[in-house]
């Protein structure tokens, strides 16, 4: 086991999810009496947490049912930290309107590698303000909202890096939302294949797998995504920065 001393800190992205307006994430704190949450009260909560990242998801986008492009657009003007933009975004006009919020980086979608020139020249002209989201089952791509595989994994990615890829966010889809702890193994391959730093996604439900997740800093994984351990308490933001502090040592 690499000392915690010599291991990087891991940069903690809290995911604030958007449906119909609302955070769509479970809510077992601080909701309204309706249960619904607003996604800028969301935001600025971990915000004020100390997290120097947001990753701000329109599911609606990314089912194809609809838009929350305003709402995008509202939080991201309202923060002082960086916004990672997701969801939805497969195409050249998904790509402005995301660009559009103001944000730091854009997610392209799973399905946006159905049309892979338009990938790696859009990588290629907008650096690294473009990540691209692998969404993983088993050893396929499989976009979200979808049946229809995009490819395999590994060829997928090898085309992606030899195409300078910036950064990859890869979300095991099995394990989202399941506070099942991350898939390490399937990490741990794909930063073995590519050059670009790595964000983890999916199943992260406690300070103990934010070690584990940092053992794997050394290989490329640079950020985690957290999402329901944050909203039902698994995780608590605060305890979890001071845990990737230590980890990596002083800033």
């Not at 399905?111 to 020139?117: D, F, G, Q, R, T």
């Not at 995009?150 to 990859?168: M, N, S, T, W």
Request: hydrophobic residues 45%; proline residues 4%; contains cysteine.
């Amino acid at each position: 086991m690499t000392p915690l001393s010599h291991r990087a800190a891991l940069e903690l992205l809290p995911a604030v999810d958007v449906v119909t307006g609302q955070v769509a994430q479970p809510q077992a704190r601080n909701s309204s009496s309706d249960g619904s949450v607003d996604p800028l009260a969301a935001a600025l909560r971990w915000q004020a947490a100390g997290a120097r990242w947001i990753h701000l998801v329109d599911l609606d986008a990314a089912f194809a049912r609809g838009s929350n492009r305003d709402v995008l657009r509202n939080v991201v003007g309202s923060l002082d930290v960086d916004v990672e933009v997701s969801g939805g975004v497969r195409d050249e006009d998904t790509l402005q309107e995301a660009l559009a919020t103001g944000c730091r980086r854009v997610v392209l979608g799973s399905a946006a590698l159905h049309s892979m020139p338009w990938c790696t020249a859009t990588m290629k002209r907008y650096g690294d303000r473009i990540a691209v989201g692998l969404d993983v089952r088993d050893d396929t791509v499989v976009p979200r909202g979808s049946t229809e595989a995009v490819g395999q994994l590994f060829e997928i990615l090898a085309e992606l890096d030899r195409h300078g890829c910036a950064r990859y966010v890869i979300t095991d889809v099995k394990r989202d939302g399941s506070l099942t702890g991350p898939n390490l193994d399937l990490l741990e391959d794909v930063c073995g294949r590519v050059s670009a730093p790595v964000i983890a996604s999916g199943g992260i439900s406690s300070l103990a797998d934010l070690d584990a997740l940092a053992e794997l800093a050394p290989s490329g994984v640079e950020g985690a995504i957290l999402g329901s351990a944050l909203y039902t308490g698994a995780i608590d933001l605060v305890d979890a920065l001071r845990q990737v502090q230590v980890i990596g040592g002083s800033r």
